[in-house]
């Protein structure tokens, strides 16, 4: 087959280049009419793609059509994955699968080059939102790719198992079966010392870090438990007219006492914009909240986390800032469901907070991370949300 490509610009990650569509139609043909190639992939359970050198898309079973809300083959074919689910790293227009700075922390790309390489089979776990499928669904997948020989040239069969439910359930693990019950047995601990204690001024200090302690467990619960309704769409709004200076007082009292904040501050700007504006507050809180803890978390001792707000173009902005940094290869995932850099098995914090932010107060969520001012995350919301 004429080795036929289109040059494309520079790549940070894989090749850039693409077959042509005369190719690409030759290679769908070739593989449509084997009767027997079809019965294979249809009868795989996942989503089955197959790509050509060039990582387009030349065959799909049914599955993937479903899970984009197409109904003909034709209509996926020269695609690639990411450019057919949406992928929200490819946000300037131009921009290829794979060749993003993004792309170097992809499943399914290093799947594929791997499984190129090696001419053995690769798996690799994928964290992949989608800007447009279900609201900016955000999917985890096991991507195996194994190479798959038709006629004098080798493609590569992509078998994307979606194993969303079982992320989700192991961060829920990790946080209920481990900080929970930590939490739970410090409380329980600090009751008992309670009994031993002759000192009305001792008790009464134990009796106060005791409800701070229940706060905190309570906390995690309700956090929990708003993210579960708001990925099930069946989180109530209660909107009302809210003062932007207030929540962030409400935000950095909640959090001044809060165990996560020891040895450190957090500072409300001065110079902050008051506005009246309409919203839900205590979802825009959990969302301040989660933000401002994540900021807290990734400080050293001694730390100020500073926080303001400002109104630009009818729009309420809050901004937290820490003087931390985040590493590149986190900045492309930071939004991930399941993604963390507190460790495996966490990854809730701030996935909440776009999933809150966009879909219920039907704002935007970005960040900025630099060496000389820290990483800054803006929460954009509209000034009235009964208009948006």
Known sequence: MKDETLKLPDTFHAPAEKASEEIVNVEFQQLSSDLYFQMFTEAMPDVAIVVNPQRQVVYANKSLLGL??????DSVIGFRT?????????KDVGEECGTTIACRYCGV???????????????????ITSTEINEGQSFDVEVKASPIPVGNQVFIILSIKDISDKKRRQVL??????????TAAGLNGILSVIEDQKSEEETKAIINFAKKTGCELVDEIVAQQVLISAENSDLE???????SLQILQDVSAYLSYHEVANEKKIFIDPFSHMSQFESDPLILKRVLINTVKNALEASEEGAVIRMGTKIVNRH????INNPGVIPEHAQSQIFQRSFSTKGTNRGIGTYSIKLLTTRYLKGSVSFKSESDEGTTFFINIPHSLRES
């Open 68 to 73: 984009i809300g197409e109904t003909a083959i």
């Open 82 to 90: 990411g450019e057919l689910l949406n992928c929200v790293n490819l």
């Open 109 to 127: 790309v290093n799947s594929i080059l791997e499984t190129q390489k090696t001419g053995k089979s690769s798996v690799h776990e994928c964290r």
């Open 173 to 182: 693990e990790k946080l209920f079966f481990h900080d929970i019950l930590n």
């Open 237 to 243: 709004l209660n909107v009302v007219r809210c003062n």
């Open 316 to 319: 309420v902005i809050f901004w």
